[in-house]
């Protein structure tokens, strides 16, 4: 009995660890898009072919991500291009990420 009860605490206190590992590792991947669409736009790559030149980039994040591309890229393209250079956006974006 007192086995089972120190694996259920165990659990019960391992779980918020768990739960913030995986929004940290989504924020992380966001982030990452982020990161890559700031990437092409310091490249001269047009808005409307980011998110082309994104996927045949063969990106290390899930393909799932992909769907960021089309949310974060007028954003990005929407800055002025010294904020662009100027900024870590990915981090930026983490950061708001974890804090929500």
């Known amino acids: 009995m007192i086995r089972l009860l120190s694996v259920v605490l165990s659990v019960a206190v391992a779980a918020p660890a768990f739960a913030a590992s995986a929004k940290e590792r989504d924020c992380g991947l966001q982030a990452d ?12 790559v047009e808005e409307v072919d ?3 030149h994104l996927a045949d980039s063969a ?24 904020e662009v250079e100027e900024n870590d956006l990915s981090a930026a ?5 974890l804090s929500q």
């Open 93 to 97: 974006w983490n950061e708001l990420c």
């Open 59 to 82: 990106p290390a994040w899930p393909e799932n991500y992909n769907a960021v591309v089309p949310l974060v890229t007028p954003w990005i393209y929407g800055l002025e291009i010294s």
């Open 50 to 52: 980011v998110a082309t």
């Open 33 to 44: 898009v982020v990161g890559a669409v700031q990437a092409a736009r310091l490249g001269s």
